[in-house]
């Protein structure tokens, strides 16, 4: 397999406030990154697509000026979640693919970070 | 048509037996199709993925059969364990779609003892 690793884990911040996930890759490239929000007993929603050194692409009804996302490195993505108010409290995920022919991993094959709990009071 | 469809919702089996979950698609273009294991509080960990130029993969105890025809997929765990007890999340993805995973709705597996 693959190590993809987040952080923080947990997150607890005023209203308001602005907060910064990071996504690793630790042994492979990540051409491409994903990020996930998760409510408790559903299923995994995509909100945004990164490549490496491209703007990322939102999922329709999510707001990119809300959740700035940052691919500046083969192996670092960030998103970051503006002005949090309470309803973006969630269990927010990564995934990391390496997209090239020949890579260490399968083309398609994309693996998961651990998770970032965001609660925000 | 970029859905894909699971169930059950939730399952309960006893130690030792047989869980089987199912997942349907409707976009042909789908090529990949993977399964995840979740546990609360963590993120999703890769199980095992099969391509449609094969019927069936099978890994240990985790079994992928695949009927292209009927556009179905399912998973089955053999011998089934407590430790197994967890979400589980079938998805897809196509060729032409930059990687984009499909998910399932998602399956709570309960294995009594």
């Known amino acids: ?121 | 048509q970029q859905q894909v469809k699971q169930s059950p919702q939730s399952l309960i089996v006893q130690k030792g037996g047989i869980s089987i979950i199912n997942c349907a698609y409707e976009n042909t273009a789908f090529d990949y199709f993977p399964w995840y294991q979740q546990f609360p509080g963590k993120g999703p960990a890769l199980l095992i993925a099969i391509r449609p130029d094969v019927s069936e993969k099978k890994e240990g105890r985790f079994t992928i059969s695949f009927n292209k025809s009927a556009k179905q997929f399912s998973l089955h765990i053999m011998d089934s364990q407590p430790g197994d007890s967890a979400t589980y999340f079938c998805a897809a993805s196509g060729y032409n779609q930059g990687g984009k995973l499909i998910f399932g709705q998602g399956t709570e597996l309960s294995v009594k003892p």
């Open chain 1, 1 to 121: 397999g693959a190590v993809v690793s987040q952080h923080p884990s947990r997150v607890i911040c005023k209203s308001g406030t602005s907060v910064k996930i990071e996504c690793r890759s630790l042994d492979f490239q990540a051409t491409t990154m994903f990020w996930y929000r998760q409510f408790p007993k559903q299923s995994l929603m995509l909100m945004a697509t990164s490549n490496e050194g491209s703007k990322a692409t939102y999922e329709q009804g999510v707001e990119k000026d809300k959740f700035l996302i940052n691919h500046a490195s083969l192996t670092l993505s960030t998103l970051t979640v503006t002005s949090a108010h309470p309803e973006d409290s969630s269990f927010y995920i990564c995934s990391a693919r390496d997209g090239t022919s020949g890579g260490r991993i399968g083309r398609d094959t994309q693996y998961f970070g651990p998770g970032t709990r965001l609660t925000v009071l």
